[in-house]
């Protein structure tokens, strides 16, 4: 096989890949891609609760979980139509983007709802990173045809330090967004004020 025949077939490899793994709006990873690239810290942080001696200067010892979704949602789609939507998504993708680490993990977890995965933070932490990222999003407005709009997103955050599983730490993360949902949306709740 000739050298631009590989190139031609690692090129083509690596554009299913992002298929596979990644949203096509967003460019963030999808529920596939997050699992691929979160397992691994969460893997390493489950075994640090084990393995206490191991190289402490590479050690991952705990990862965090947000759970992100845009409030009113259908109300903007209804009154603005779904490009409206799509570029709110977009919008939120971009917001999250710039106030998180390169480490760390954010998907489109579905329709408006976005999940991010935070290297070694605490509960604390991550609604620290959390409700700057509410902030902004309260506080911004994107344009869509000439308009300026605005949208507010709702959070939930858990961490690892009680859990041993994803689906675990997901469910306390996805129970602390239906709380703040609840109990009047633009907030962040943290599962262990649960």
Do not use: P, Q
């Given at each position: 096989?000739?050298?631009?025949?590989?190139?031609?077939?690692?090129k083509?490899?690596?554009?299913?890949?992002?298929?596979?793994?990644?949203?096509?709006?967003?460019?963030?990873?999808?529920?596939?891609?997050?699992?691929?690239?979160s397992?691994?810290f969460?893997?390493?942080?489950?075994?640090?609760?084990?393995?206490?001696?191991?190289?402490?200067?590479?050690?991952?010892?705990?990862f965090?979980?947000?759970?992100?979704?845009?409030?009113?949602?259908k109300?903007?789609?209804?009154?603005?139509?779904?490009?409206?939507?799509?570029?709110?998504?977009?919008?939120?993708?971009?917001?999250?983007?710039?106030?998180?680490?390169?480490?760390?993990?954010?998907?489109?977890?579905?329709?408006?709802?976005?999940?991010?995965?935070?290297?070694?933070?605490?509960?604390?932490?991550?609604?620290?990173?959390?409700?700057?990222?509410?902030?902004?999003?309260?506080?911004?407005?994107?344009?869509?045809?000439?308009?300026?709009?605005?949208?507010?997103?709702?959070?939930?955050?858990?961490?690892?330090?009680?859990?041993?599983?994803f689906?675990?730490?997901?469910?306390?993360?996805?129970?602390?967004?239906?709380?703040?949902?609840?109990t009047?949306?633009?907030?962040?709740?943290?599962?262990?004020?649960?």
């Amino acid at each position: 096989m000739s050298s631009k025949s590989i190139k031609t077939l690692e090129k083509e490899i690596k554009r299913l890949r992002e298929l596979a793994f990644k949203d096509e709006l967003t460019a963030l990873y999808n529920r596939r891609g997050f699992k691929e690239e979160s397992f691994k810290f969460l893997r390493e942080a489950a075994a640090s609760k084990k393995f206490k001696g191991k190289r402490k200067s590479f050690f991952i010892n705990n990862f965090s979980l947000i759970i992100f979704d845009i409030d009113n949602f259908k109300k903007l789609n209804d009154t603005c139509g779904h490009d409206a939507g799509d570029e709110a998504i977009k919008f939120l993708a971009k917001i999250i983007r710039e106030r998180v680490r390169a480490i760390d993990t954010i998907a489109r977890w579905g329709g408006e709802e976005f999940l991010v995965g935070l290297v070694g933070a605490s509960e604390n932490d991550a609604d620290v990173i959390a409700e700057s990222i509410r902030e902004k999003a309260a506080g911004a407005k994107f344009k869509w045809r000439g308009k300026n709009l605005r949208f507010t997103v709702s959070g939930g955050v858990s961490d690892l330090r009680k859990f041993k599983t994803f689906e675990d730490l997901f469910n306390a993360a996805d129970k602390a967004l239906y709380k703040a949902k609840r109990t009047g949306k633009n907030k962040i709740v943290k599962f262990g004020e649960l």
